[in-house]
């Protein structure tokens, strides 16, 4: 167990609408990182967030946004949804708001869009 | 976009039987990291080797690391059946991303 936690575990929405992740990371921690998994993939990082402020982006487009707290739990928002979106949604936690340190996953969130 | 693959896509192998599985990445790196991953849960982290190292042990895990080729392994001895996962190699590629490659999945047979 890595102490970060994410819910729910599962979801299921249909195109267009739009969802909340949610992810608590591990205590001590002041990162966290999104990703996405698609099946039979590798996970593509979505965004980092270090002490509240984006720090970092990939390839995503702008209607996946995220918010990070000041206990540094975290939220992943996605508007208007896309069959494509369809994924396993990992957070992880780390210190330094580096990606070149140890990081630490969740379990994640299967999101199926219909 | 991935940057690194694996090599094997899939392995197996009998329980007691090393697995090695290899990683090639496009750029350089400060560090590369190997994870698993049991049935499309979340990552654990195996091993971290840095860009100056060049072998690194774990337990029943050996990584190695070319920087000049560009390219890891990961050796597994001794494979039980839990060891049968995916595996992922994961590089900075100086960049502020963390690059996944497409990972190795591994079925180790009782």
């Known amino acids: 167990e890595t102490g970060v936690t994410q819910s729910p575990t599962h979801l299921i929405k249909t195109r267009g609408q739009q969802v909340t992740l949610r992810c608590s990371s591990q205590s001590g921690h002041n990162t966290v990182s999104w990703y996405q998994q698609a099946l039979g993939q590798g996970p593509q990082f979505i965004f980092q967030y270090y002490r509240e402020e984006e720090n970092g982006r990939g390839n995503f487009p702008p209607r996946f946004s995220g918010l990070q707290f000041p206990n540094y739990s975290s939220e992943l928002n996605v508007n208007a949804l896309e069959l494509d979106d369809s994924a396993l949604y990992l957070c992880?936690?780390?210190?330094?708001?580096?990606?070149?340190?140890?990081?630490?996953f969740g379990p994640g969130t299967r999101l199926l869009v219909l | 976009s991935q940057q690194g693959e694996e090599d094997p896509q899939a392995l197996s192998i009998q329980e007691g039987e090393n697995a090695t599985m290899n990683c090639s990445y496009k750029?350089?790196?400060?560090?590369l990291q190997w994870y698993r991953q049991n049935s499309g849960r979340g990552l654990v982290h195996l091993i971290l080797i840095r860009s100056n190292e060049r072998e690194k042990h774990s337990g029943r895990l050996r990584v190695t690391l070319d920087t000049s080729k560009k390219s890891s392994s990961l050796l597994i001895t001794a494979s039980r059946a839990a060891d049968t996962a995916s595996y992922f190699c994961?590089?900075?590629?100086?960049?502020?991303?963390?690059?996944f490659g497409t990972g190795t999945r591994l079925q180790v047979f009782p």
């Open positions: 750029t350089s790196i400060n560090n």
């Open positions: 992880a936690s780390s210190l330094g708001g580096t990606h070149q340190e140890t990081q630490y």
């Open positions: 994961a590089t900075d590629e100086r960049t502020d991303k963390l690059i």
